[in-house]
């Protein structure tokens, strides 16, 4: 397995703020014992070949590989034509992954919207998806579908962040060009088993994310419930050190090992700077290095 690292704890800072540039981020990580660095689009201030060379270029000096490319493309929105543009931006974001050398670029279903059915959303992200497989083929790039709570940047959680909706839309793919990004934490969230849902999915299994969460002291998985339309992340969550929350990684590890995963994963990590960000890679360089699992 490879080990990259995601810069949760910055996102603002690059994505709202840009108080901090996607070169200041590899330049800090690079302090860290990762093979690559997972990238979010909206990290880029543009996506001319000359940017993205520069990019791809300041990776390559540090050692470091993009492995995957962090997406949210939204197909639950009614209009036809909003969603023929979520498409689109989707295969333009399968060219970037291409450009920066990654081999995976993340898709979602969209957001719950409430006027949307269960059946109509699962149509229309279906269909998307299929769209997107002969252009994620021609350019060697997976499609990696994550098990999602919520984009930072979204007003509804997740259409299918339930796990029965999301095995649902996963089963009518069936592609080389298609995988399962697993993300652990997203299925607490979700107020699920997350060995479940791997037991499911674990052959399907391309990349993974590596957090820990909890609620902060004195909220209730009820009260996140309450107050997930909100726009943005919901404020009582916390990120903390991989390996210190809920999430069962020694077992996790030893299930994806066992279904023969080889791939990268990636540390999306707590809220609070490097230091965490450091913590974390050292509690999981020995799993991806093939270290003890019970």
Same mark, same amino acid.
């Given at each position: 397995m490879k080990l990259a690292a995601f810069p949760k704890c910055y996102i603002d800072q690059l994505v709202v703020e840009h108080s901090m540039t996607v070169f200041d981020w590899i330049a800090m990580a $690079?302090?860290?014992?990762? +093979? @690559? &660095?997972?990238?979010y689009d909206g990290f880029f201030e543009n996506l001319t070949p000359a940017y993205l060379r520069r990019v791809r270029r300041a990776l390559e000096e540090r050692n470091l590989e993009m492995?995957? &490319? #962090? #997406?949210? /493309? %939204?197909? !639950? &929105? /009614? %209009?036809?034509?909003? *969603? *023929? !543009? $979520?498409v689109e931006l989707e295969k333009r974001m399968i060219d970037v992954t291409a450009e =920066?050398?990654?081999?995976? #670029?993340?898709?979602?279903?969209g957001q719950r919207r409430p006027e949307v059915s269960r059946q109509q959303g699962v149509a229309w992200v279906v269909e998307c998806l299929h769209e997107l497989l002969d252009y994620a083929g021609r350019k060697k790039i997976v499609l990696a579908m994550e098990n999602h709570y919520k984009d930072n940047y979204w007003q509804h959680p997740e259409f299918a962040q339930k796990s029965d909706i999301y095995l649902e839309i996963i089963s009518q793919i069936d592609s080389p060009w298609f995988g399962v990004q697993y993300d652990p934490s997203n299925t607490l969230l979700a107020g699920e088993d997350p060995i479940? =849902?791997?037991?499911k999915v674990k052959h399907r299994v391309v990349t993974m994310h590596a957090s820990d969460r909890s609620l902060k002291p004195g909220h !209730? =998985?009820?009260? &996140?419930r309450r107050v997930e339309d909100a726009?943005?992340?919901?404020q009582i969550l916390s990120h903390g050190v991989t @390996?210190?929350?809920?999430? +069962?990684?020694p077992r996790i590890? $030893? !299930?994806? *090992? @066992?279904?023969?995963f080889n791939g990268w994963v990636s540390i999306e990590d707590g809220l609070n700077g490097m230091d965490e960000l450091r913590q974390s890679t050292e509690y999981l360089l020995p799993y991806v290095r093939g270290g003890p699992v019970r």
């Open positions: $690079a302090e860290l014992p990762v +093979d @690559g &660095l997972e990238m492995p995957m &490319l #962090c #997406c949210s /493309p %939204d197909f !639950t &929105l /009614p %209009d036809p034509s909003e *969603r *023929r !543009t $979520a =920066l050398g990654g081999e995976f #670029c993340r898709v979602l279903s479940e =849902l791997l037991d !209730t =998985l009820e009260e &996140l726009i943005g992340y919901a @390996g210190s929350g809920l999430n +069962d990684y590890f $030893a !299930t994806l *090992r @066992g279904a023969g």
